[in-house]
T-cell receptor, first 115, second 109 residues
Framework: ETGVTQSPTHLIKTRGQQVTLRCSSQ?????VSWYQQALGQGPQFIFQ???????GRGNFPPRFSGLQFPNYSSELNVNALELDDSALYLCASSLGLLAGTDTQYFGPGTRLTVL | EDKVVQSPLSLVVHEGDTVTLNCSYEVTNFRSLLWYKQEKKAPTFLFMLTSSGIEKKSGRLSSILDKKELFSILNITATQTGDSAIYLCAAGSNYKLTFGKGTLLTVNP
């Protein structure tokens, strides 16, 4: 148990819709990172938030956006869903903002299916 | 572009065997190499390696990093069926982890 929770567990949407995924970090962890894991692939970095500001972004279009709140919860929003957005979405929390030195602890993920 | 390559992609062994999983990386602003175990959904943390040549151990698992040759290995001795999982290697840079595709390990009784 990492103390990181995500909701919902599963979600089915249709192409063009919008979706919001939620994550609750470990208490005291100021950093949350979001990853997309397609079937048979390793997780791919979407973006990182540190103290409610976006701190870094991977190679994802602007229709992927996020929010982080002072109560250690965060959201990943995806607009104009495409079929290729079907994946497991993982959030990870860490104490500091350096992924290379602060261990990231992952939640169980949200499985998103886009039809 | 940052890249992490794991080999083999899949491996089937019998209980009691020893396995070695490989990970090579090319990452800008490299800071550490991490190993995670993914059974169903959440990757669970195994090791973070920052220094070359220093082995980290946890029970039957051990790992070492070579920063000159840009690779790491994860060893599992006396494998058990509970070790069956995907093992992910990730290179940590300033703000992100770059993952490999993982090695699917199957341990048969």
């Amino acid at each position: 148990e990492t103390g990181v929770t995500q909701s919902p567990t599963h979600l089915i949407k249709t192409r063009g819709q919008q979706v919001t995924l939620r994550c609750s970090s470990q208490s005291g962890h100021n950093t949350v990172s979001w990853y997309q894991q397609a079937l048979g692939q390793g997780p791919q970095f979407i973006f990182q938030y540190y103290r409610e500001e976006e701190n870094g972004r991977g190679n994802f279009p602007p229709r992927f956006s996020g929010l982080q709140f002072p109560n250690y919860s965060s959201e990943l929003n995806v607009n104009a869903l495409e079929l290729d957005d079907s994946a497991l979405y993982l959030c990870a929390s860490s104490l500091g903002l350096l992924a290379g030195t602060d261990t990231q602890y992952f939640g169980p993920g949200t499985r998103l299916t886009v039809l | 572009e940052d890249k992490v390559v794991q080999s083999p992609l899949s491996l089937v062994v019998h209980e009691g065997d020893t396995v070695t999983l490989n990970c090579s990386y090319e990452v800008t602003n490299f800071r550490s190499l991490l190993w995670y175990k993914q059974e169903k959904k959440a990757p669970t943390f195994l090791f973070m390696l920052t220094s070359s040549g220093i082995e980290k151990k946890s029970g039957r698992l051990s790992s070492i990093l070579d920063k000159k040759e840009l690779f790491s290995i994860l060893n599992i001795t006396a494998t058990q069926t509970g070790d069956s999982a995907i093992y992910l290697c990730a290179a940590g840079s300033n703000y992100k982890l770059t993952f490999g595709k993982g090695t699917l390990l199957t341990v048969n009784p």
